[in-house]
């Protein structure tokens, strides 16, 4: 009764094993109609999808990752969404990372994928980033003109930081200016 029992289980597990293998069979059949079809869009990087998928599964495997790269909230970073159902986003994006509490330890990061489709209720993020940026500029330079109204410019030298600073600032107002010209809806 014993032995017939170890049979049992063994037939038991190369069943499951075959089943396993089928799955894996049709999986790639399937994956095979996909790419003879040289479908457009999201299905363009299919198969460098699927191969970047397998080969980060096996790495996950040997390598027992302990540690990941951590990402401040607010940054914009680069994500491979994969290829996705439907709708949903596929393919590399730019994100922006909402985890508040990343650490080197947590491999799960939340992010919102950026587009830049245009639609009603999207955020021109370029001249929102752009104007920002800007307005901090302004306030720099009205910190360093109120710094250079107190100074005695005869007589005062100024040291090598401030001089920088004040040559950065104006490479950066020439470039907004000219950059002006080019896209005049930055005002």
Excluded: C
């Excluded at 590399?92 to 992010?111: G, Q, W």
């Excluded at 009603?120 to 940026?133: F, P, S």
């Excluded at 009205?142 to 600032?169: R, S």
Aim: avoid cysteine; aromatic fraction near 10%; glycine fraction near 4%.
């Amino acid at each position: 009764m014993n032995n017939e029992v170890k049979e049992n289980d063994s037939s038991s597990a190369t069943q499951i094993k075959d089943n396993k293998k089928m799955k894996l069979y049709k999986a790639l059949e399937n994956n095979l109609k996909i790419s003879e079809l040289n479908l457009p869009n999201k299905f363009e990087h299919f198969e460098q999808w699927e191969l970047n998928k397998s080969n980060r599964l096996l790495y996950e495997i040997n390598n027992n990752q302990k540690t990941f790269k951590r990402f401040k909230k607010g940054m914009i970073i680069k994500v491979d969404f994969g290829v996705n159902v439907g709708g949903e986003f596929s393919g590399p994006h730019f994100a922006i990372v909402l985890s508040k509490k990343d650490h080197m330890y947590n491999n799960k990061l939340t992010v919102i994928p950026l587009s830049s489709k245009k639609h009603k209720n999207a955020l021109d993020l370029v001249n929102l980033i752009i104007n920002m940026y800007i307005d901090n500029l302004v306030k720099e330079s009205e910190q360093l003109n109120k710094t250079i109204a107190e100074i005695d410019i005869e007589t005062y030298e100024f040291t090598p930081e401030f001089k920088n600073k004040i040559k950065n600032i104006g490479k950066i107002l020439n470039y907004y200016k000219k950059m002006k010209i080019i896209y005049p809806m930055l005002t």
